[in-house]
């Protein structure tokens, strides 16, 4: 019988004071599998795919086995483990989008519509440009098995959607799939199995922890505005303006809600304003 491509038995890992990150995992994953692990902010996801993937922790111990076509997984094979890191801003090494991609992407290029950035700087793509940007590299034929560490994170609907559409198209291709999210953002019945990351138990932060309570703002002045823009133009050298004309106005207690699609600017506007 055929073993799985990649199998996880007893996998788990704990900090180096002994409390738990994650407890014991077991799965298996044949070619064009794909599992979806869910969980809320520290339950051990990004900790379970850079064990898997063999990238040390300083904090971090691991136990158990992974095995790869039946036998472990040595740092050659974690190697040909690609992995989509969460923090898109840490993933490019190259200069422009067409360079990161390499000339092989073309499918990955149309499924998640990127011809429209290639010729771009990865520096100047939003956070959910450049998440796009390292799925579609993840995707290169190097990589029989892939890890994505929350990849719709910073994504829009329409991109999520493109987004589960390549995987789907992954699979089809015989790549199995390791893919991270925080539970309901996708179908789970879009993927092959689903496993539920529970948050471990820490002593003494727990509900009655006392981190003290919020008094009142002394530093603000809630008289007038704190915060003015003014038909502002906002790009990066050398390109057209991303923002035009913005005028804005904040007094002390409001908030201002920005809203809209990847590469629309949002970010662009805080690091302005910064």
Not at 31 to 55: C, H, N, Q, Y
Not at 122 to 150: C, N, T, W
Request: charged share 25%.
């Amino acid at each position: 019988m055929t073993p799985p491509l990649l199998e996880i038995r007893n996998f788990e890992c704990k900090t180096k004071q002994g409390a738990a990150v994650f407890t014991p995992l077991e799965f298996s994953l044949f070619p064009g599998d794909a599992v979806l692990v869910e969980g809320g902010s520290g339950t051990g996801k990004s900790s379970l795919l850079f064990g898997i993937r063999g990238i040390p922790l300083s904090d971090r111990k691991y136990a158990g086995d992974v095995l790869f076509n039946g036998k472990p997984a040595s740092s050659g094979d974690r190697k040909r483990f690609g992995l989509v890191l969460q923090n898109p801003h840490a993933q490019a090494v190259s200069t422009l989008v067409k360079e990161e991609l390499g000339e092989d992407a073309g499918e990955a290029i149309d499924i998640l519509d990127l011809r429209g950035i290639l010729d771009a700087p990865v520096r100047s793509l939003s956070a959910g440009q450049k998440h796009l940007a390292s799925i579609a590299a993840a995707g290169r034929g190097e990589f029989p098995f892939i890890m994505m560490d929350e990849p719709f994170l910073y994504l829009d609907r329409d991109n999520a959607e493109r987004a589960l559409r390549f995987i789907d198209h992954l699979r089809n291709k015989g790549k199995c799939l390791i893919v991270t999210s925080h539970p309901g953002i996708v179908p789970r019945k879009d993927f092959t199995t689903a496993i539920e990351m529970n948050p471990p138990v820490l002593n003494g932060m727990g509900k009655d922890a006392n981190f003290g309570e919020a008094g009142e703002d002394r530093f603000v002045d809630k008289t007038g505005a704190l915060l003015e823009l003014e038909n502002a133009d906002i790009g990066y050298p050398g390109f057209p303006a991303v923002l035009r004309g913005l005028s804005v106005s904040l007094k002390g207690g409001e908030e201002l809600w920005i809203y809209g699609g990847n590469g629309s600017g949002k970010t662009t506007l805080l690091k302005a304003i910064s």
